[in-house]
């Protein structure tokens, strides 16, 4: 069966334009009326979905057809350029029809079997997530079922009624879709093309439960590092808090419970984003010492190590938060009534102690450097945050983006490194810092990102940057394929991984 490709006569030059305005408010005339000889195409329903496709379709040149169970009523909250009228009679002319309705109100459209014969359906329902597990075909299937004749593609069940009517943005440009014939994906796909969108081919019909799915999944590739990151910030509020809290409370009877909302999760903060940061980089050492020990990068790493590293951007991220938060909190200590009091209390035992001037070099140092490098650790930070957002990183070349998240990364790491050295100071020789025998919490940070420094710091030396090199340029240890590295060792290192 062979199709008629459809072509918008107004291609995607002013797609990103909005189309929220008082146009698509007013009843009398919401959109500029669309040439005659327009390419023709039906929308079967008339909820929120069904109206933000007709104002894209419109703005992108298509002449829309709208069939509603009861047109006069519907009538009104469509553009002025689509006709709106009953389901038989919007079936008739249009090659490409789109069905937006429920599941449960496909069998409605058996009476129109006839005129739907041989024309194109496209399926943008979504189900729920209890509709999912209860039905074993998707919905796109299922209509199928219904409609022998006629061939259906699933698409736009990713896109929102809003993206519609604002435009496609980025991530949302992409529009999954599938059908089990190659002809009738074509045609979509124009379409898809000429509203704005970018169609992305997914297989035949078969693969349309796996679309239905997309929309139901809740940040899928944020369960683990979120999980993570709550566990480590569950894990060192429980540690300060018995440091801070339960040990001044039990020995000498003081209550500081009040620090538990401020000062405790600020102190938890920075450790949770500093051991999130090194478990970026961590993974990508592991992995060079493992092609160091096999000779070759041609064999997969365990799954637990390719899953690790597909989580790296969003360990960053979280990292980034932490730290942002960090800061803010930071910021908010002077303002509190505890700072206000501890600040009085100093000076009042300055007086009684008949101090004139308070000043110690050495803490006033190491709060400077303390500082400084804290705001430049977090500044190198939100490089890498801003870099990872889609648009920014779209924008750059291979070079550029390996540079700011590996080389600026692992500075923004050794920032970080340097700013919890300087905190600690000499705190961790002290036994006075040691409550219930447990060290302070920086020293327990400093483990994961040590380790990685002083990895990369080993994999720098030429016996090992070299054979690395080689490596990931296609050498083997067996003898399979065995080269000699240019004489520019230095250029080598600037080509990218294969």
């Known amino acids: ?45 008339s909820g929120d979905f069904a109206r933000s496709l007709a104002a894209r379709l419109v703005s992108s040149g298509f002449s829309v057809v709208v069939g509603s169970r009861n047109p006069k009523r519907t009538a009104g909250l469509f553009p002025s350029a689509a006709q709106v009228t009953f389901q038989a009679d919007a079936v008739e002319s249009p090659d490409v029809i789109f069905v937006a309705m ?40 299922y209509l199928a079922s219904l409609f022998p004749t006629c061939t259906v593609v699933k698409a736009f069940n990713v896109i929102s009624a809003w993206t519609l009517q604002s435009g496609p943005r980025d991530g949302n440009r992409q529009v999954p879709m599938c059908s089990d014939q190659p002809e009738a994906k074509r045609t979509v796909s124009e379409v898809v093309r000429a509203m704005g969108f970018m169609p992305v081919d997914m297989g035949s019909l078969a693969s349309a439960r796996e679309v239905e799915a997309m929309p139901l999944r809740l ?4 369960k683990v590092p979120a999980l993570l990151a709550l566990g480590l910030f569950t894990f060192f509020y429980v540690y300060n808090f018995i440091r801070d809290v339960l040990q001044p409370y039990v020995r000498d009877g003081k209550s500081k419970f009040y620090k538990l909302p401020v000062s405790v999760v600020n102190t938890t903060l920075p450790c949770v984003a500093y051991v999130l940061l090194s ?8 992995a060079a010492a493992l092609q160091l020990r096999r000779g070759t990068k041609y064999r997969r790493f365990p799954d637990w190590l390719d899953h690790w590293l597909q989580h790296r951007k969003q360990l960053g991220l979280l990292s980034f938060l932490c730290a942002a938060l960090h800061a803010l ?10 700072n206000r009091y501890e600040v009085v209390n100093l000076a009042i035992k300055q007086v009684l102690a008949n101090k004139s001037h308070l000043w110690i070099e050495e803490e006033v140092w190491r709060m400077e450097i303390y500082l400084s490098l804290g705001v430049l650790a977090l500044g190198t930070l939100s490089l890498l945050a801003v870099t990872s957002l889609p648009s920014i990183a779209n924008s750059l070349n291979w070079r550029e983006f390996s540079f700011v998240q590996s080389t600026l990364g692992f500075v923004a790491l050794v920032l970080s490194t340097l700013h919890t050295l300087t905190y600690g100071w000499t705190r961790a020789f002290e036994d006075s810092h040691y409550k219930f025998y447990l060290p302070p919490t920086f020293t327990l940070t400093l483990l994961v990102p040590c380790v990685v420094i002083l990895a990369k710091a080993l994999f720098l030396l030429p016996c090992f940057s070299r054979r690395l090199s080689r490596i990931r340029r296609g050498w083997e240890k067996d003898g399979a394929a065995k080269f000699l590295l240019p004489m520019d060792h230095a250029l080598a290192q600037k080509t990218s991984h294969v």
């Open 329 to 338: 909190y930071s910021f908010c200590l002077p303002l509190g009534r505890v």
């Open 219 to 222: 940040l899928p590739g944020w």
């Open 279 to 286: 478990l970026v980089y961590l993974p990508g050492v592991l």
């Open 102 to 141: 429920f599941r449960e109100h496909y069998s409605s459209l058996c009476g129109l079997s006839d005129q739907l014969a041989g024309k194109i359906l496209v399926d943008v329902s979504n189900p729920t997530e209890q509709e999912h597990l209860r039905h074993h075909e998707s919905n796109a299937e």
């Open 1 to 45: 069966m062979s199709h008629q490709p459809v072509v918008a006569t107004k291609m995607s030059g002013e797609m990103d334009k909005p189309l929220i305005s008082r146009h698509l408010l007013d009843s009398d005339g919401s959109l500029a009326e669309v040439p005659s000889e327009a390419p023709k195409v039906g929308i079967l329903g």
